[in-house]
């Protein structure tokens, strides 16, 4: 039985498509009627698609599952499957459906013009996007209104229940020769099922009733990726194709790795897609999109960390040079532009840099040279002396200056019996309840013992039921939908659950991993997860963690 989902928390989409089907318009704003909802230029609602009888909506109930979306009520449904990445296919039965602009004004930037193409169908050009969208009726009794309107009007298209209809809606630029579908809808719904079932025996072939989420996971990841368009150079897979529609320049590492033993090719795009925009000073954006590229903050250097893990996980590292060049500079950014004068530990300018946006690290000063980041430098300059040695590069000495940045971890930051942070601006080392202060631990097998062992009974601590708080609870500053205040986040866990195991704790590891499995078996993909109830908090349909669920599953 193909596996099922409620569009109000995934989106109805296909692997390529910048386009889907949901509810979902606008951050955290739910409509009333599923919408084609598009991710060009940001995200924006382009149609409202609302079921109806006799003229008039009608209250019906809608199924999706990987192939197919459905609006049903009694024997009376209208079906959708994508036929292409930018084409969408809707058979009706007995139930009518109006698809109008969702927006209702049109001025000389924004909105939706609409007209009657004399070479066929009718065409939607929408600013917002700055794509247009034909519909084609191909068969069935069909109305329009709204032709050539401007100002405020509907504009939409009317098929009837009188008769059995169907529709063709395709996002186009500026023009396309009409092509009819050249093989039945049935056939078409056979192969979208076909092309997902694929990808979901690559990418989880493990899977059974044990990991009941699994097919679900690897769905959240094919329907979330874009092909190739504007600042997006490669197939990506965007954090979401709800309101967090963009590529972060450390989740892709996430997807990477869930990727990596099924789609080795499509893993290595994503873990180089952020790197297409890296600057002359060696920085990597925050994000990146269809239509923007984000510099105003980073993201924490996890890339040595994941690269070391992608190359257990893929056939072979491709191109090792270029790939040694891009994570250089990086590590170069950090160092060079990163660390204060006569410091020796880099620093964040923002919670916003590490990942971590309102951590209460940086509750009292947002300039803080904290111990993760140091942690993650020590990972990647490690594997950058692996990497050195295939290229030949003999004079970097990575080695070397991987084993002093920890000392000065260390010797800095490690107050007896934890690790603390540092406020750059008033030298202030200040002890919290953050998970954040114990993401050293992802160094593993690299710490002192008796470090990796306080690190450890620190982690613990924090494990609740559902998994790991970011905060502790007993903090006077937790909060249960408070971001990185408390909520259990997958890139945490991922990471602390590797060191965990790298150092030898491979009982506490596989209970942070067993509780955090449970809790998206329970509660979905959510962006994060009440560390106490486990309900899914904000996006519902977050990528990185049905990524974190996939990687960990698969090595369960």
Not at 452 to 480: I, K, M, N, Q, R
């Amino acid at each position: 039985m193909a596996t099922e989902f409620s569009v109000r928390e995934i989106p109805f989409s296909r692997f390529g498509a910048w386009f889907g089907l949901s509810p979902v318009v606008g951050l955290a704003s739910y409509a009333e009627d599923v919408h084609l909802v598009s991710h060009r230029n940001g995200m924006h609602p382009v149609l409202s698609l609302v079921p109806e009888l006799d003229g008039d909506r009608t209250p019906v109930e809608v199924t999706a599952t990987p192939a197919a979306l459905t609006w049903q009520t009694g024997d009376r449904r209208v079906t959708a499957v994508f036929s292409s990445p930018d084409t969408l296919r809707i058979s009706g039965a007995g139930l009518g459906m109006r698809l109008r602009s969702a927006q209702p004004t049109l001025t000389p930037f924004t909105g939706t013009y609409f007209f009657a193409d004399p070479a066929g169908g009718v065409v939607l050009t929408s600013y917002e996007t700055g794509h247009r969208y034909r519909l084609t009726v191909l068969s069935g009794q069909s109305s329009q209104a709204g032709d050539q309107e401007l100002g405020t009007a509907e504009r939409a298209v009317v098929l009837s229940e009188d008769e059995p209809w169907e529709l063709l809606v395709e996002e186009i630029g500026t023009t396309r020769r009409f092509s009819p579908p050249s093989r039945g809808f049935d056939d078409d719904l056979k192969a979208a099922r076909e092309e997902f079932a694929g990808f979901a025996d690559a990418v989880a072939p493990w899977r059974d009733d044990r990991t009941p989420a699994a097919e679900l996971a690897a769905y959240v990841l094919w329907s979330a990726t874009v092909r190739p368009a504007g600042f997006v150079g490669r197939p990506a897979v965007l954090m979401s194709k709800h309101w967090m529609d963009k590529v972060w320049s450390w989740d892709h590492c996430f997807t990477a790795l869930a990727l990596a033993p099924g789609a080795p090719e499509l893993a290595w795009e994503q873990f180089q897609v952020v790197f297409d925009h890296q600057d002359p000073e060696g920085a990597l954006p925050d994000s990146i999109t269809h239509s923007e590229v984000l510099r105003n903050f980073v993201k924490p250097p996890i890339h040595g960390w994941a690269l070391s893990l992608l190359r257990r996980r893929l056939p072979r590292l491709p191109d090792p040079e270029r790939t040694y060049r891009q994570l250089s500079a990086w590590t170069s950014f950090w160092l060079d532009h990163r660390t204060a004068p006569g410091s020796r530990l880099p620093h964040y300018e923002h919670g916003n840099d590490s990942g971590w946006d309102n951590s209460t690290v940086f509750r009292e000063e947002r300039l803080v040279r904290s111990p993760d980041l140091a942690a993650f430098l020590v990972l990647q300059m490690k594997e950058l002396g692996v990497l050195a040695a295939e290229t030949g590069d003999t004079s970097a000495r990575w080695g070397e200056r991987a084993d002093a940045l920890l000392a000065a971890l260390v010797e800095e930051l490690w107050q007896g019996n934890c690790f603390v942070s540092q406020g750059v601006t008033s030298g202030v080392k200040r002890r919290g309840a953050s998970l954040l202060d114990l993401m050293p631990v992802v160094l593993g097998e690299h710490l002192p013992r008796e470090i990796f062992d306080d690190l450890c009974h620190g982690v613990a601590a924090h494990l609740t039921s559902v998994g790991l708080a970011t905060e502790l609870p007993s903090s006077p500053f937790y909060e249960p939908d408070g971001y990185w205040r408390g909520p259990v986040w997958a890139p945490a866990t991922v990471l602390i659950e590797d060191g965990l195991r790298r150092g030898g704790a491979v009982e506490l590891a596989g209970e942070v991993s067993a509780r955090f499995r449970a809790t998206c078996e329970k509660s979905g993909f959510a962006e994060n997860f009440d560390a106490l109830t486990g309900q899914g908090l904000r996006d519902r349909a977050y990528t990185w963690t049905a990524g974190a669920y996939l990687y960990l599953a698969g090595r369960a």
